[in-house]
């Protein structure tokens, strides 16, 4: 089964740049899936932030998407998270998602566990 | 973008009720609405898809209902392990999907 795992810093300091790893395992990438981040501030609920698909094209929440690139490397078998001009805002628990289509409806499984960012300096 | 609002924001119930959480959406969504349970410290994790498919391995006691504007997800019965937080998302306006702020639902 398919199973994501989230990595990268866990501090980054403010107007610096936020850089997150997905990495799938137990499927390939390009799958008839796309691949998600959302976020989740301390004690707050979820926020999607973007979303990419195996071929590269990409969709991103207008409110982040000044700052927000999501790009793939499927050799790797990973896609990535770059937020850039972070402030104490940006401070949450990021996770990544695969989307799933199925019977005309799409919803969000399954999820990494989850990597708290926290920006302080 | 579409607006979803959950009701209430948290409950407090006994194992053994029958609980009642409530989504409401800012325009039709027609049946595109997906819950998700997360638990402290751990990744939500889908339990009903198209406003009342119940997801594979979730018990019987959860459904979901509604249509266009208004869904509900019930918990018949509800049990230690059910004592989490719910969150209801859209799927209709694709590939801008917006959840819920959440109802945690807390042992009384």
């Known amino acids: 089964q398919v199973q994501l795992q989230e990595s990268g810093p866990g501090l980054v300091k403010p107007s610096g740049t936020l850089s997150l790893t997905c990495a799938v395992s137990?499927?390939?990438?390009?799958?008839?899936?796309?691949w998600s981040w959302v976020r989740q501030p301390p004690g707050k609920g979820l926020e999607w932030i973007g979303e990419?698909?195996?071929?590269?094209?990409?969709s991103y929440n207008p409110s982040l998407k000044s700052r927000v690139t999501i790009s793939v490397d499927k050799s790797k078998n990973q896609f990535y998270l770059k937020l850039n001009s972070v402030t104490a805002a940006d401070t949450a628990v990021y996770y990544c998602?695969?989307?799933?289509?199925?019977?005309?409806?799409?919803?969000?499984?399954?999820w990494g566990q989850g990597t708290l960012v926290t920006v302080s300096s | 973008d579409i607006q979803m609002t959950q009701s209430p924001s948290s409950l407090s119930a006994s194992v053994g009720d029958r609980v009642t959480i409530t989504c409401r959406a800012s325009?039709?969504?027609?049946?595109?609405l997906n819950w998700y349970q997360q638990k402290p410290g751990k990744a939500p994790k889908i339990m009903i898809y198209a406003a009342s498919t119940l997801q594979s391995g979730v018990p019987s006691r959860f459904s979901g209902s509604g249509s266009g504007t208004d869904f509900t997800l019930t918990i018949s019965s509800l049990q230690p392990e059910d004592f989490a937080t719910y969150y209801c998302q859209q799927s209709y306006s694709i590939p801008q999907w917006t959840f819920g702020q959440g109802t945690k639902v807390e042992i009384k």
């Open positions: 325009q039709s969504i027609s049946s595109y």
């Open positions: 137990g499927g390939s990438i390009s799958s008839n899936s796309w």
């Open positions: 998602a695969r989307g799933i289509t199925r019977s005309g409806t799409n919803w969000f499984d399954p």
């Open positions: 990419i698909y195996h071929g590269g094209s990409t």
